[in-house]
T-cell receptor, first 111, second 112 residues
Framework: NAGVMQNPRHLVRRRGQEARLRCSPM?????VYWYRQLPEEGLKFMVY????????ESGMPKERFSAEFPKEGPSILRIQQVVRGDSAAYFC?????????FGPGTRLTVL | QQPVQSPQAVILREGEDAVINCSSSKALYSVHWYRQKHGEAPVFLMI?????EQKGHEKISASFNEKKQQSSLYLTASQLSYSGTYFCGTEIDLDNFNKFYFGSGTKLNVKP
């Protein structure tokens, strides 16, 4: 009974490169949320997706960031042309009805 | 629309009790509570769906006052393992979907 899976767990990128973060929800869950967390801070909502649909992307920066949740395969959060300020922990959570269960996170470091 | 949590930080001795509060300016569909330890992912503790509902999880329980748009998390006879940051998450019923917000967290440090 696998939980929410995220990979990679750690990602190092140089400024200007692209970062791709993957999230596989729990079995049977069709809702995925992405959050960003800076050290010693709270969880900042980025985007809420269902299969093949973006439901709410109000927390996502308008430029460089995109997310998808295809019919088959994991949800992907893509950050283009990364900058130092993108360094953070990125968590995804999946939910079936109400509760959200979090993955272990991807820690992105931009050099 | 982000819920307000109080206090921001609590230091307890093992065996003491604590209450963490979460309040929203919007009518709530549900309240969720999570605990996050340093360097780890948030762990789901419980969800409260109905106004006036109370739930318990070991020595951790919570209440939800729908009218006041508030929830409280009660930690009784705290253990060292309770240390971490506690987040409340509030779910607001919008027209097409439910929107979710996290509070800024309450740091709990339980000392021996």
């Amino acid at each position: 009974n696998a939980g929410v899976m995220q990979n990679p767990r750690h990602l190092v990128r140089r400024r200007g490169q692209e970062a791709r973060l993957r999230c596989s929800p729990m079995k049977g869950h069709s809702h995925v949320y992405w959050y960003r967390q800076l050290p010693e801070e709270g969880l900042k909502f980025m985007v809420y997706l269902q299969k093949e649909n973006i439901i709410d992307e109000s927390g996502m920066p308008k430029e460089r960031f995109s997310a998808e949740f295809p019919k088959e395969g994991p949800s992907i959060l893509r950050i283009q042309q990364v900058v130092r300020g993108d360094s953070a922990a990125y968590f995804c959570a999946s939910s079936g009805r109400n509760e959200q269960f979090f993955g272990p996170g991807t820690r992105l470091t931009v050099l | 629309q982000q819920p307000v949590q109080s206090p921001q930080a609590v230091i307890l001795r093992e065996g003491e009790d604590a209450v963490i509060n979460c309040s929203s300016s919007k009518a709530l569909y549900s309240v969720h509570w999570y605990r996050q330890k340093h360097g780890e992912a948030p762990v789901f503790l419980m969800i409260l769906l109905k106004g006036g509902e109370q739930k318990g999880h070991e020595k951790i329980s919570a209440s939800f006052n729908e009218k006041k748009q508030q929830s409280s998390l009660y930690l009784t006879a705290s253990q060292l393992s309770y240390s971490g940051t506690y987040f409340c998450g509030t779910e607001i019923d919008l027209d097409n979907f439910n929107k979710f917000y996290f509070g800024s967290g309450t740091k709990l440090n339980v000392k021996p």
